[in-house]
């Protein structure tokens, strides 16, 4: 396949073209951010006819739809991996060396889309490229949020966090479909009309779609991302503004607006907040509406819709996808309420993210009475339905006063995943062990994955054209093919590249570090990484005590032979959360004190990195030896950044919990550093009254560290300044941080052990990478399509 033919001028034409035409400059007078512009808009240009390719043959093939909605899209920066995708980097790196331009330089220049918090919305942009790549007829639906997830830094050690502006910049990736837009109705009344009943909305906001196509490996597919905007119905209140109330006539304005403002910055708790409900309502009404315009100009019979289109809710934010869709098909459409809610079921799937109970969804149905009067009825019919078909149960959607968004997706669902073998498991004996009884076979496993385009091929070219040189290109589209590594690892000169790519990887990580946070970093030391939001039971706190007493070890002991680490933290605490910022400054307060200390800091030192998202996790991940993967076992429901550093070539020192237990069957658990209590040990374990004191008592190691870090170690001139974590630790400790730290430390002394075999420690990494084909996005998809959505691949090499 060539991606250039005789209608395509070469790339540097192209950036010279829109240099000139599009952005209106002058090469002598165009700044970096022009340069970018330019070749962003010629690179999209070659992405526009696999585009229209796809949408023809989804409209000729008549084929099934897949629509994932979701509040989160996590892109990050889409130039690098459309380059990549269209397989234009080597063209687009001499065309911009050519005109004198620093090629990273440019790329770095396009900031990081943060739509989305962590996994979940990562998750969702790893699907969408996947499914391009397996040229699925799909479509993302979620928010164009004019502020992302917010910027963080710090300010002595404290997180502050500033408006992410990602838009203030022209955003050349998107097309504004001005001709695709719905007015969304919230509030107001519902009457009987001739039988049927009818919604008179108080409000309305219009729901403006901008289309970013996905580009899939080779271009050989292309699908859309369409986010929707909320604008004012009417932009401007003439009558205010003509009698000199000038602000206020901008008032409806910036009310609709609001609702794509920001994206709540918290993936865990709920807001409680009425916008954020607003904002569920909107996205999810809006690309539903469309759905069903598309499907009307494409089949005649509502009846088929399960037949032609599968939506997938990630999590439980789409949730009301299941009252507006009935609403649609029985008071719009007529359709029979039985049938209203059957097709609806049939066309509806659900996956559920997380299994901490604060995380699970409810709204007061109060406010849902409110917001949404007609589907407020409709759930307690659905509801009430559901109950008298099960009248031994005890499941409800509306109980307590509160609306339950995951047992209403699960009663509105075909299908409901979990995200890892243990996480599907846990949900069936806890969350939803109820309705499970009642719907057998309804819950299914969707191990989570990552796109190896972005995760490897393009993050880490070291590592990818070894492994290219060694088994041909063929893995980048069919990762488990990273299989025939293996059989070659024992060859020295491949073993000596894989430790050079690592190091110069790390050499490479050493050096920015060194410019950008003033630390000196050794590039031979293990670089130890945990980087993901900052949760309790994420426990960076136990990584951080294990810092202290290490700290403590070699200060007793300087000679002892010990193993230079580096700890890299790096994450983003959301703005409420007062323990997750207090463990950020805690991080902080440690690295502090122990890059000070001239007898240790040889063999020690701490470093938090600013500011997570994307284009750090792309820099830091290559360079890794070690993954931090410790989270209370079933707790965390897959996780995707474990994946990222296995593929990398990264050794993980982890628990029993997500897709972990998947890594270590892959990897091997002689390549894998495994530690701590099992799920049910640690709920066998909280319920042993004074759990913690008991074994701080059992481990001196663990008691001085603690006892360091209460009495202001690391906080000199304000010693109680971690009161609350050390109390929180020697008390409840909910997360079993002291109950796991014994073990924890037993292993990551022998990960220091191992790391001072290197070619041991080589060895283990390179068959991390060899199989770990099975975490491709890819794999996840195929298993959505055969398994959930029942829909086939139109690609030409399905
Ligand atoms: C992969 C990724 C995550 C998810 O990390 P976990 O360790 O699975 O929690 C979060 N944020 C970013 C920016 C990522 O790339």
Redesign the pocket.
């Known amino acids: 396949m060539t991606y250039q033919d005789a209608r395509t001028p070469g790339l540097q034409d192209g950036i010279l073209h829109h240099l000139t035409y599009t952005i209106g400059k002058d090469a002598a007078h165009a700044t970096l951010h022009d340069w970018r512009l330019a070749l962003s808009f010629a690179v999209r240009d070659r992405i526009v006819d696999s585009w229209f390719a796809s949408t023809r043959a989804s409209y000729e093939a008549g084929a099934k739809r897949v629509y994932y909605l979701s509040m989160e899209f996590?892109i990050?920066r889409l130039l690098g991996d459309a380059l990549v995708n269209l397989r234009l980097d080597g063209e687009a790196k001499a065309a911009v060396e050519g005109l004198g331009l620093d090629f990273d330089a440019v790329l770095h220049d396009e900031p990081d889309a943060?739509l989305?918090?962590?996994?979940l919305?990562?998750?969702a942009a790893c699907f969408l490229e996947s499914l391009s790549t397996l040229a699925c007829p799909a479509m993302g639906y979620g928010i164009r949020y004019e502020h992302g997830l917010f910027r963080q830094s710090f300010d002595n050690g404290r997180q502050v966090e500033a408006p992410e502006t990602w838009l203030q910049q022209r955003h050349v990736w998107e097309f504004e479909r001005p001709e695709a837009a719905y007015s969304i109705g919230f509030g107001g009344h519902v009457a009987e009309q001739d039988g049927r009943m009818v919604w008179t909305p108080a409000e309305a906001v219009l729901a403006e779609a901008y289309d970013t196509p996905v580009v899939g490996w080779e271009a050989r597919w292309t699908n859309t991302l369409r986010l929707w905007a909320a604008r004012a119905i009417d932009p401007l209140d003439l009558a205010r503004f003509n009698h000199g109330d000038h602000v206020g006539a901008a008032v409806p304005e910036m009310l609709a607006r609001a609702i794509s403002r920001v994206l709540y910055p918290d993936d865990t708790t709920e807001a409680g907040k009425e916008l954020r409900l607003k904002q569920e309502y909107f996205f999810t009404a809006a690309s539903l509406h469309d759905i069903l315009r598309r499907f009307d100009s494409e089949h005649g019979d509502i009846r088929l819709l399960p037949e032609k289109v599968a939506i997938q809710l990630n999590d439980t934010h789409p949730a009301i996808a299941g009252p507006e869709l009935v609403r649609l098909l029985h008071d719009t459409r007529g359709l029979p309420f039985d049938e209203a809610v059957d097709i609806a079921r049939r066309t509806l799937n659900y996956t559920n993210h997380t299994l901490l109970p604060e995380a699970l969804e409810k709204w007061p149905v109060p406010l849902m009475a409110r917001l949404l009067p007609r589907h407020m009825m409709l759930i307690e019919r659905i509801d009430a339905d559901h109950a008298a078909r099960f009248p031994a149960r005890a499941t409800h959607a509306v109980a307590d006063g509160e609306v339950n968004m995951g047992a209403l997706s699960f009663i509105m669902a075909n299908r409901v995943n979990g995200v890892s073998a243990l996480h599907t498991g846990l949900m069936k004996q806890t969350v939803f062990a109820d309705l499970h009884a009642l719907h057998p076979g309804r819950i299914v496993n969707q191990t989570n994955g990552?796109t190896p385009r972005r995760?490897l091929h393009a993050c880490n070219p070291r590592l990818a054209g070894i492994i290219t040189g060694t088994i041909g290109e063929g893995w980048i589209g069919d990762l488990e093919r990273l299989a025939e590594l293996e059989p070659h690892l024992g060859d020295a000169g491949l073993q000596q590249a894989i430790a050079g790519a690592k190091r110069a990887n790390k050499a490479d990580l050493a050096d920015w570090i060194g410019a950008t946070h003033g630390l000196s970093v050794d590039p031979d030391a293990m670089f130890d990484v945990q980087?993901?939001?900052i949760h309790e039971y994420?426990r960076q706190h136990l990584n951080i005590l294990e810092a202290v007493a290490l700290w403590q070890a070699i200060r007793a002991n300087p000679d002892a032979g010990w193993t230079p680490r580096i700890k890299i933290f790096a994450?983003k605490a959301a703005p409420g959360y007062v323990f997750a910022k207090k463990i950020i400054r805690l991080v902080n307060d440690v690295a502090a004190v122990l890059n000070a200390d001239p007898v240790t800091s040889r063999y020690l030192k701490v470093i938090f990195l600013p500011n997570?998202?994307?284009t750090?996790?792309?820099r830091l991940?290559p360079a890794a030896d070690l993954s931090e993967?410790i989270s209370t076992a079933g707790k965390?429901a897959?996780?995707?950044?474990?994946?990222?550093f296995a593929l990398n070539g990264a050794l993980t020192v982890g628990t029993l919990d997500?897709a972990n237990v998947e890594i270590r069957d892959h990897v091997g658990a002689e390549n894998f550093f495994l530690f701590g209590m099992t799920a049910e040990e640690v709920v066998a374990r909280r319920a042993v009254e004074g759990h913690a004191g008991q074994a701080i008592a059992a481990d001196p190691r663990l008691a001085a560290a603690l006892a360091a870090i209460h009495d202001g170690a690391v906080s000199p001139g304000d010693p109680t300044r971690y009161h609350d974590i050390t109390g929180n630790l020697r008390g409840p400790d909910y997360f079993l941080v002291c109950s796991d730290f014994a073990d924890y430390w037993r292993a990551q002394r022998e990960v220091d052990a191992a790391y001072r075999d290197a070619a041991h420690w080589t060895r283990m990494a390179a068959l991390n990478t060899a199989r770990s084909g099975w975490f491709s996005s890819d794999r996840t998809i195929r298993g959505y399509m055969a398994e959930i959505w029942g829909a086939a691949s139109l690609g030409p090499r399905a």
């Open positions: 996590l990050g943060a989305g918090n962590g996994g919305g990562r998750l990552v995760w980087i993901k939001r994420k994450g997570y998202n994307v750090l996790a792309e991940i993967q965390e897959s996780g995707t950044g474990n994946m990222k997500g």
